[in-house]
């Protein structure tokens, strides 16, 4: 199968990653360069990799064969039909798929009644209590069946209730929920479910986001807002043999087509094309017919045709079941899930080896920077020594003068070096003051407030215009920070280069860009969705945007959490080699002034500690060599060259 074995390799890649930086940490601890920063960032390097997580949804209108692909992709070897599948609406939550090796198999399900509060299902997911835990016999395919049987419950309710839990509840309409005849409305028991099972692909980090056709998503704020925006891939399934309709149309448009056809990993399913397996006809005719569907679908989605991918779920599943390598071929099956690997995998894997790379270089440029700096001060003091050899004591006198007189002007030179430190952490508490979530909680309260009290659209969308423009406000006042940080540290760099010798480079820029834009997606997203509603705040309304914008808040919550960290680890890494430097240089002139003195004594004759020296020269470029073989096998790892099994697969 193409998608595990791509998959499969990634994952062997990412570990081989891991184990390789553990590696090099572990080789900094025993040679005694590790330093407490570094250490903490490896750290958080290897948990990243650890926790590296790969989205797929799958999204459509009702019965287009979403948990039928799901099932034929991921589960065909466990020789059955997993997810349940059937005609009419079957899924009724949102279903996610992964593994949490804390947690032993099981299916996790929030009752539908906590949508009567504004909470998101992410907040609830802090809350374990709420959910109910149905536990999984992975050992039984039928126990395992039944159990999955439970993402299709649905209940009985009164309208109101349905009003209430967010429905639309209207007469006839095919799109809606609909009173019956006793007088209630059917509406899903589980707002959303999560199931935890050991299926090789999950456990390497694979998430598989099932949706319910109709209208869940527009009314699950996660879904809209951050489930499927932040998904690696989303596959957008249509049935041939209804082609594009309205309703498909309208999915497509609010929650994919949105700036997103042509955006990575958007892929276009067209299914059932079983149904167009006329025997009267020639394999041809039939070719020609899937053709014209296919061109159809591109034609309203407005997609090229090679973006859409004609297959059968079913006859894939039942020819994995049987190994039918004929009908395999004839479901176009492994086209899907060929394209879709290679859309998903080389991309998530650059992503991985961006972050991993600027983090990893950053630390060996620490460290090689540092041993660079012990070879070049102990050759230094060599050629010091061997410039005494014949020399009078009146000589060595003066030399000593000398390094006494370097070694002052250096520590007086640290006066700079402590106040350029007490400017930093002013700035850099004045940049966190800026970025910072206790602002941004007490802004989301005021919003909230304000919100709450609305009684006109207006107040409404000028409520979340202010939280925008404070939220604009704060990201500009940390860019200029941000800025005064980087020119600062710049022109300190400069000195201490220029004045003392040290090899500081330049310090890395940081920008907060990518922040910005998941904000302005946010903004976006609000204005074209929440603001242009009718004029009178309703209570439905109100309701929904309110929702609605607990779900934005926490977003953009997140987006300032992972903008501290950011900030943290680059304010680390400026810092960081200049207090390395500092103290190495500290440290080098202080043996060089012992050194001197020892042989004025005439403790150490000249010969043996020149000796002495050159031993150490040589240990430490071994060291140096050792080093660039340690990292050598990391770098090896991030090159093109072994991200490139992908494309020869
Ligand atoms: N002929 C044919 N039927 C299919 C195919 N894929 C799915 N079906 C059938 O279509 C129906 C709906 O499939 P599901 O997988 O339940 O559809 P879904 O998109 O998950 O629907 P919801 O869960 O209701 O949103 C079921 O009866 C499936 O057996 C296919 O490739 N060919
Ligand atoms: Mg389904």
């Not at 099972?197 to 949706?211: R, Y």
């Amino acid at each position: 199968m193409m998608l595990a074995q791509q998959f499969a390799a990634y994952s062997a890649w990412r570990t081989q990653l891991a184990e390789g930086i553990a590696g090099f940490q572990g080789w900094l601890v025993d040679n005694e360069l590790a330093d407490a920063q570094s250490e903490m960032r490896v750290g958080h390097l290897l948990e990243r990799l650890r926790e590296d997580r790969l989205n797929v949804a799958f999204v459509a209108e009702f019965s287009r064969g979403k948990s039928e692909l799901i099932n034929a992709i991921f589960f065909a070897d466990y020789g059955d039909r997993m997810l349940p599948t059937s005609a009419g609406r079957t899924t009724m939550c949102p279903t996610e798929l992964l593994y949490d090796p804390e947690h032993p198999p099981r299916i996790e399900l929030l009752p539908i009644q906590t949508r009567a509060a504004n909470s998101s299902v992410s907040e609830y997911k802090r809350f374990p209590e709420q959910w109910q835990i149905v536990p999984l016999d992975i050992d039984s395919p039928d126990a395992m069946q039944l159990a999955l049987r439970h993402v299709s419950e649905s209940m009985r309710v009164s309208p109101e209730t349905a009003t209430r839990l967010g429905f639309q509840v209207n007469d006839g309409d095919d799109a809606g929920f609909h009173i019956g005849e006793d007088g209630q409305v059917e509406i899903p028991r589980w707002r959303h479910a999560i199931i935890n099972f050991p299926h090789p692909l999950l456990k390497q980090g694979l998430v598989i986001l099932d949706t319910p056709g109709l209208n869940a998503i527009g009314t699950e704020p996660e879904l809209t807002l951050s489930l499927l925006p932040n998904a690696h891939a989303v596959l957008f399934i249509l049935a041939a043999d209804t082609g594009v309709t309205q309703s498909d149309l309208a999915v497509w448009r609010d929650h994919i087509g949105d700036g997103g056809a042509s955006k990575r990993g958007r892929m276009v399913v067209m299914n059932k094309i079983d149904g167009l397996w006329d025997e009267l006809k020639t394999p041809e005719e039939i070719e020609a017919e899937i053709e014209r569907q296919v061109a159809s679908c591109a034609g309203i989605l407005d997609l090229p045709p090679t973006q859409i991918f004609p297959v059968s779920a079913q006859k894939g599943l039942v020819a994995k079941i049987n190994s039918d390598g004929a009908l395999l071929e004839k479901s176009r099956l492994a086209e899907l899930e060929f394209a879709l690997s290679n859309e998903l995998i080389p991309a998530k894997q650059e992503i991985v080896r961006d972050n991993t790379e600027s983090e990893f270089d950053d630390e060996l440029r620490r460290v090689r920077g540092l041993l660079d700096a012990r070879v070049a001060s102990l050759r230094e003091q060599l050629s010091e020594l061997n410039e005494l050899r014949g020399k009078n004591a009146g000589v060595v006198e003066y030399m000593m003068g000398k390094v006494r007189v370097e070694k002052e002007e250096f520590e007086s030179g640290l006066q700079r070096y402590y106040a350029v430190r007490s400017v930093f952490s002013t700035l850099t508490n004045n940049l966190f003051s800026h970025l910072g979530v206790d602002a941004l909680r007490q802004l989301t309260q005021t919003t909230r407030d304000a919100m709450l009290e609305a009684t006109f659209s207006k107040t409404l969308s000028d409520a979340m215009v202010n939280f925008f423009r404070c939220i604009r406000d704060a990201v500009a006042k940390s860019n200029a920070e941000i800025h005064e940080i980087l020119s600062m540290m710049d022109a300190v760099y400069k000195r201490f280069s220029v004045e003392h010798g040290l090899k500081l480079g330049s310090p890395a820029p940081f920008s907060l860009l990518r922040y910005e834009r998941e904000i302005d997606r946010l903004e976006r997203w609000c204005d074209t969705h929440l603001n242009t509603m009718s004029s009178l705040a309703t209570i439905a309304k109100k309701n929904l945007t309110q929702k609605f914008f607990e779900e934005v808040a926490l977003q953009v919550r997140r987006a300032f959490e992972h903008a501290n960290r950011d900030a943290e680890v680059w304010l680390r890494a400026i810092m960081a080699p200049m207090e390395t430097q500092v103290r190495e240089h500290q440290i080098q002139l202080k043996r060089r002034l012992e050194s001197i003195k020892r042989i004025h004594q005439a403790t150490d004759t000249l010969e043996d500690r020149i000796a002495e020296l050159a031993n150490v020269e040589k240990a430490l470029l071994q060291q140096t060599h050792a080093l660039e073989q340690v990292a050598g096998e990391v770098r090896r790892l991030l090159s093109p060259e072994s991200l490139s099994w992908q494309q020869a697969a």
